[in-house]
Structure formats: C-alpha cells, structure tokens
C-alpha cells in the first residue's frame, strides 16, 4: 500500500514560517509529479503547488513569491517552504503524487495561521 507521510504542520503567527513534508519509501519517487494542496473550513480543495519530473514548478496566484516547493528524490521527499503566512492560509494541506493513472494522497497536516 502507497503512504505519503506529511509533516511539518502546525500553529504559527501572521508573518510567520512553516517548511511541510512528504515521504514516501513505496514508490520510485524521481517518476512522481507531486503536488501540494489545501482544504479549508467550508471550502473546497485546492492546488496550492506542483513540481513535475523535471522540477519545474506552477503555483497558486496567491502564494507566488510567498510558498516554495521543492523535491529531494534521493530522500523521496518533497517540500513546501511557506513564508509570509496568512491567516487565510489556515487549512489542512494534503501532499499528492500523480503518475499515470496512479494517484496517491497524503492524511494531511493542519495549518494554522493565528495570532
């Protein structure tokens, strides 16, 4: 069975820094385009950020300059950097790894931007 495992979430001030997480040792990772997105409260889910095979990288308008995904396929891992963070950035982010047909899902991590 595939696991992602996210880490890194938790409660943080307006302004503040959060660096997530998202490991997987059940699948040859370097294949994977992964993802990060977010749920909030009474909202749907949403893309927050991509980074293909190739390590290009596309993200939500409103965290451009502000988020930073990265990948690290020696150590299966891929990362979100957040920075600036906003109290509409509160919402549980979910790691995603897409190839082919095969689509996995992370058990998500709680974001919460408060003061």
């Known amino acids: 069975q595939v696991q992602l495992v996210e880490s890194g979430g938790g409660l943080v001030q307006p302004g503040g820094f959060l660096r997530l997480s998202c490991a997987s040792s059940s699948i040859i990772f370097n294949l994977y385009e992964m993802a990060w997105y977010r749920q909030a409260p009474g909202k749907q889910r949403e893309l927050v950020a991509r980074i293909f095979t190739d390590s290009n990288t596309n993200y939500l308008d409103s965290v451009k300059g502000r988020f930073t995904i990265s990948r690290d396929n020696a150590k299966n891992t891929v990362y979100l950097q957040m920075n600036s963070l906003k109290p509409e950035d509160t919402a549980v982010y979910y790691c995603?790894?897409?190839?082919?047909?095969?689509?996995?899902w992370g058990q998500g991590t709680q974001v919460t931007v408060s003061s």
């Open positions: 995603n790894a897409q190839y082919d047909r095969r689509d996995y």
